[in-house]
């Protein structure tokens, strides 16, 4: 392309990559030439930016992130020269477009998250992108909170610099995907200690809140996106039922993964049917801060009573109170697991601003 270009413009043109190498160039001699002060200039400008240097004029090609991949080159400093080079940078995107789409891994994975491949196609483009045989994958969904920062792409690509078998994602201005290789029998402990490296990195360096989703591990590449579904299920959820955590496990959500589900008419219905007597709204924080620790310690009432400060009769008097308020004895088991449903479905129909 950049022969070809020369022919058509009378002008020497040339690629470097982001260390300023020169890796394509109409004068084949210049081919593996350092331009250093180019490449550190470039990092200084805006991704649509040029910038002259050594009487070159220079354009980065798109890249994801704070650093450029690639440049373009042209002789010449006159805005001839400028705009020449920003529609060789534009026809060089345009190719590496279409290549990605055909030869680049990363965006293969990405395709199959979004799922903008058919589940046919994905076999036969593994084999085509030199995929090995079935390997185990989680998949982190990085969601950036109150402010984004697209250094944290960089930052990522740091911590899992193989990108023959790791892949950072960016699927928008906030959110970033992580489909990590793990090794059999890897749990969910391991996969926690991993996100939760990632949430301090992100802190550290760039001093961003995130909250991390994690979907369960996806055994082949038609998982990924199953798997990445249930990322984005997790901070959904956790959003609700897990305000306190800034790390999700999809695996570990128990009934809020059921309760999120439910149309909020039936939500509505199961609170009437449960409370009968009174509604729900009628506990004062008190009496729900009890029940919260009774639950919190397995419905043991001299331990409750303990973490409380207060004697095991008072205890059992405010036990006594919730029963003749809601007819349900939080001593009784069965009763207790109806109440605690009843609680996570009131604060779910709270955070879809519903009034009941």
Same mark, same amino acid.
């Given at each position: 392309?950049?022969?070809?270009?020369?022919?058509?413009?009378?002008?020497?043109?040339?690629?470097?990559?982001?260390?300023?190498?020169?890796?394509?160039?109409?004068?084949?001699?210049?081919? +593996?030439?350092?331009?250093?002060?180019?490449?550190?200039?470039?990092? $200084?400008?805006? *991704?649509?930016?040029?910038?002259?240097?050594?009487?070159?004029?220079?354009?980065?090609?798109?890249?994801?992130?704070?650093?450029?991949?690639? /440049?373009?080159?042209?002789?010449?400093?006159?805005?001839?020269?400028? &705009?020449?080079?920003? !529609?060789?940078?534009?026809?060089?995107?345009?190719?590496? @477009?279409?290549?990605?789409?055909?030869?680049?891994?990363?965006?293969?994975?990405?395709?199959?998250?979004?799922?903008?491949?058919?589940?046919?196609?994905?076999?036969?483009?593994?084999?085509?992108?030199?995929?090995?045989?079935?390997?185990?994958?989680?998949?982190?969904?990085?969601?950036?909170?109150?402010? /984004?920062? #697209?250094? &944290?792409?960089?930052?990522?690509?740091?911590?899992? *610099?193989?990108?023959?078998?790791?892949?950072?994602?960016?699927?928008?201005?906030?959110? #970033?995907?992580?489909?990590?290789?793990?090794?059999? +029998?890897?749990?969910?402990?391991?996969?926690?200690?991993?996100?939760?490296?990632?949430?301090?990195?992100?802190?550290?360096?760039?001093?961003?809140?995130?909250?991390?989703? #994690?979907?369960?591990?996806? @055994?082949?590449?038609?998982?990924?996106?199953?798997?990445?579904?249930?990322?984005?299920?997790?901070?959904?959820?956790?959003?609700?039922?897990?305000?306190?955590?800034?790390?999700?496990?999809?695996?570990?959500?128990?009934?809020?993964?059921?309760?999120?589900?439910?149309?909020?008419?039936?939500?509505?219905?199961?609170?009437?049917?449960?409370?009968?007597?009174?509604? #729900?709204?009628?506990?004062?924080?008190?009496?729900?801060?009890?029940?919260?620790?009774?639950?919190?310690?397995?419905?043991?009432?001299?331990?409750?009573?303990?973490? @409380?400060?207060?004697?095991?009769?008072?205890?059992?008097?405010?036990?006594?109170?919730?029963?003749?308020?809601?007819?349900?004895?939080?001593?009784?088991?069965?009763? &207790?697991?109806?109440?605690?449903?009843? $609680?996570?479905?009131?604060?779910?129909? !709270?955070?879809?601003?519903?009034?009941?």
């Amino acid at each position: 392309m950049v022969l070809q270009m020369r022919d058509a413009t009378n002008r020497h043109v040339g690629v470097i990559d982001s260390a300023g190498t020169v890796v394509a160039s109409s004068e084949l001699a210049l081919i +593996g030439e350092q331009r250093d002060n180019a490449a550190s200039d470039i990092v $200084l400008i805006s *991704p649509n930016a040029s910038v002259v240097v050594s009487g070159c004029v220079y354009c980065p090609l798109h890249s994801v992130g704070t650093y450029f991949d690639y /440049a373009v080159f042209m002789d010449g400093e006159d805005e001839q020269a400028r &705009a020449i080079c920003a !529609m060789a940078a534009l026809s060089l995107n345009n190719a590496r @477009l279409y290549y990605d789409e055909k030869h680049d891994k990363a965006t293969f994975i990405k395709n199959i998250l979004q799922d903008n491949i058919l589940p046919g196609d994905i076999y036969l483009r593994s084999r085509e992108l030199h995929f090995e045989g079935p390997q185990n994958r989680a998949v982190f969904l990085v969601r950036q909170l109150e402010r /984004a920062d #697209i250094a &944290a792409v960089d930052i990522m690509q740091s911590l899992f *610099p193989d990108r023959g078998h790791d892949f950072v994602i960016s699927l928008g201005q906030a959110e #970033i995907a992580l489909v990590k290789e793990v090794k059999p +029998g890897v749990d969910s402990r391991d996969l926690r200690k991993l996100a939760s490296a990632i949430e301090e990195t992100l802190k550290s360096e760039l001093m961003i809140k995130t909250v991390i989703g #994690i979907g369960s591990i996806a @055994l082949t590449l038609r998982d990924l996106a199953t798997s990445y579904k249930e990322a984005q299920v997790a901070i959904e959820v956790g959003k609700v039922f897990e305000t306190e955590k800034s790390i999700i496990n999809y695996e570990n959500l128990g009934i809020g993964r059921l309760v999120y589900q439910l149309p909020t008419t039936m939500c509505e219905m199961f609170l009437s049917e449960v409370f009968k007597k009174n509604s #729900i709204d009628n506990l004062d924080r008190e009496t729900l801060d009890t029940i919260q620790r009774f639950f919190e310690n397995s419905l043991n009432v001299s331990e409750t009573s303990r973490k @409380l400060f207060v004697h095991r009769n008072t205890l059992v008097y405010r036990l006594e109170k919730i029963k003749k308020l809601t007819g349900l004895d939080l001593r009784e088991f069965d009763h &207790a697991i109806v109440f605690k449903v009843a $609680l996570m479905v009131k604060k779910y129909l !709270m955070s879809r601003d519903t009034q009941y």
